[in-house]
């Protein structure tokens, strides 16, 4: 950990072990570095969650000072939306382009393949969410759609044609009305760093110290992002664990970890082995695995902690037996006097804790589920941010057809005819009140426009938006 800490100059690569101390070490390592006088700004901390990157800058804080908190901190994903709110024109896009969430994208391909009578041809295609999902993965693997459909989908081969039609489509309405998803952030940065040499260098020589959490789970665009990242300086520091790659499914590439070192020849390789969490038994279980790997960093994880309950694996074969297995185990910890509330159960997602659900219920066992629809996923709250954004960005069609379809009596035709209205005039959201096919009966959309007009009003700020 000290290695990593005090070596500030050139590349490195850190091959942390599972327990090891690495966010510790990325933590001391930011610092070091401010308290070695370097500008906070100067320092780039990139991981895989915003609230990740704010802890590690408040345990940096506390071992100096608030300078900490004017660290560029945060995910490739918010690194990418804040450079492209600057440069975005470069690219053909608006700066105030409207970012999509998953589910956005998925009402966008099932508006787009009615539209283009593709749902009413009598083929049954995938699921707007499977398309939705090809479509991802063609992105962030940089991939074609047949060939990802070949791999990861052969059952939909026939439809091949039809689902890369859609993908076009859906690549264009969001060019024409200014729309980015989450895909499109890192592959649009690639693309500026890339082929804008001059904007490269101004981005690049920003960022005089790079970090990087969680390597091992970066895709090749993102990896080629660090490339054009750490041109100028080349003082990067990866961290990441190739025995911890678990995201291949979402275009995770562990392969960079062994590339990383081609990319920058002159990179530093430091091993954290030694392991805080866990016993000697889990160690010892957990690096006869590891040997096992055809290709991978030589790693042996020990620790002081010598005792310890070996760890178990049961093979139960199906879901409905490996939740039987699960109650059995729990109805036996409570005969020995270990209470329910001590018990917990983890999955990797929400679907995966249905069959255990049914079985707890048949054994009269309570419990409580954390997990489910997130929050920016829930209709009323897509409602109220898609008010939002037309007046941020008066082309998103997307979000007009929302708002709009919330208006009693209007249906997807009246609402896209308002919206290619308010294109062709140049109309304001606040204008909408204008529209010739108004009818005076037409409240509902006098209060909107009415709303919209407010909302669009100078120096309104974010809060006072949201009460309105």
């Given at each position: 950990?000290?290695?990593?800490?005090?070596?500030?100059?050139?590349?490195?690569?850190?091959?942390?072990?599972?327990?090891?101390?690495?966010?510790?070490?990325?933590?001391?390592?930011?610092?070091?570095?401010?308290?070695?006088?370097?500008?906070?700004?100067?320092?780039?901390?990139?991981?895989?969650?915003?609230?990740?990157?704010?802890?590690?800058?408040?345990?940096?804080?506390?071992?100096?000072?608030?300078?900490?908190?004017?660290?560029?901190?945060?995910?490739?994903?918010?690194?990418?939306?804040?450079?492209?709110?600057?440069?975005?024109?470069?690219?053909?896009?608006?700066?105030?382009?409207?970012?999509?969430?998953?589910?956005?994208?998925?009402?966008?391909?099932?508006?787009?393949?009615?539209?283009?009578?593709?749902?009413?041809?009598?083929?049954?295609?995938?699921?707007?969410?499977?398309?939705?999902?090809?479509?991802s993965k063609s992105a962030n693997k940089d991939k074609p759609i047949h060939q990802v459909i070949r791999d990861e989908y052969p059952q939909f081969l026939e439809h091949g044609d039809l689902i890369e039609m859609i993908a076009s489509h859906y690549s264009r309405y969001k060019r024409e009305n200014h729309l980015m998803d989450?895909?499109?952030?890192?592959?649009?940065?690639?693309?500026?760093?890339?082929?804008?040499?001059?904007?490269r260098k101004m981005i690049s020589n920003k960022y005089r110290y790079i970090l990087v959490d969680e390597y091992q789970d970066t895709n090749s665009i993102q990896a080629d992002i660090l490339k054009w990242l750490g041109s100028q300086s080349r003082n990067i520091m990866?961290?990441?664990?190739?025995?911890?790659?678990?995201?291949?499914?979402?275009?995770?590439?562990y392969k960079n970890m062994f590339e990383f070192p081609e990319i920058f020849p002159d990179t530093k390789i430091i091993k954290l082995e030694e392991n805080y969490r866990s016993t000697q038994p889990i160690l010892t279980f957990t690096n006869a695995i590891m040997e096992r790997?055809?290709?991978?960093?030589?790693?042996?994880?020990?620790?002081?902690?010598?005792?310890?309950?070996?760890?178990?694996?049961?093979?139960?074969?199906?879901?409905?037996?490996?939740?039987?297995?699960?109650?059995?185990?729990?109805?036996?910890?409570?005969?020995?006097?270990?209470?329910?509330?001590?018990?917990a159960v983890l999955f990797r997602a929400s679907y995966h804790s249905f069959e255990l659900e049914k079985e707890l219920t048949r054994n009269g066992i309570p419990y409580v589920k954390y997990g489910g629809f997130k929050f920016m996923e829930l209709a009323h709250i897509k409602d109220l941010v898609s008010h939002l954004r037309v007046v941020v960005n008066p082309r998103d069609q997307f979000s007009w057809n929302r708002i709009l379809r919330l208006v009693p009596g209007i249906g997807p035709v009246k609402a896209r005819n308002i919206f290619e209205w308010?294109?062709?005039?140049?109309?304001?959201?606040?204008?909408?009140?204008?529209?010739?096919?108004?009818?005076?009966?037409?409240?509902?959309?006098?209060?909107l426009s009415s709303l919209l007009k407010r909302l669009q009003a100078p120096g309104i700020s974010p809060e006072k938006a949201v009460e309105l």
């Open positions: 950990q000290l290695e990593a800490v005090i070596t500030t100059e050139g590349p490195i690569l850190v091959i942390a072990g599972a327990g090891s101390g690495k966010t510790r070490t990325i933590v001391y390592r930011v610092a070091r570095l401010i308290e070695l006088g370097t500008d906070p700004g100067s320092i780039l901390l990139l991981t895989f969650t915003r609230k990740s990157a704010s802890e590690m800058l408040r345990r940096a804080s506390a071992l100096i000072d608030d300078r900490c908190n004017r660290v560029s901190g945060g995910t490739f994903h918010s690194l990418a939306h804040g450079i492209l709110r600057r440069y975005a024109h470069v690219l053909g896009f608006e700066n105030s382009f409207t970012v999509l969430d998953r589910v956005d994208m998925e009402d966008i391909i099932r508006s787009i393949s009615k539209e283009k009578g593709i749902a009413s041809s009598g083929i049954r295609l995938p699921r707007k969410r499977t398309i939705a999902e090809i479509i989450y895909d499109d952030l890192i592959i649009y940065l690639r693309e500026l760093l890339s082929e804008e040499p001059k904007i990866v961290v990441g664990d190739d025995s911890q790659a678990i995201y291949a499914f979402r275009g995770a590439n790997a055809t290709k991978g960093y030589t790693k042996c994880l020990f620790t002081r902690k010598k005792d310890g309950v070996r760890p178990k694996i049961i093979d139960a074969g199906t879901e409905p037996r490996q939740a039987m297995a699960v109650c059995r185990k729990i109805l036996e910890l409570f005969d020995r006097g270990i209470r329910l509330k001590e018990m308010m294109k062709k005039e140049g109309k304001l959201p606040g204008e909408l009140a204008d529209w010739p096919g108004m009818r005076k009966s037409e409240k509902g959309l006098k209060r």
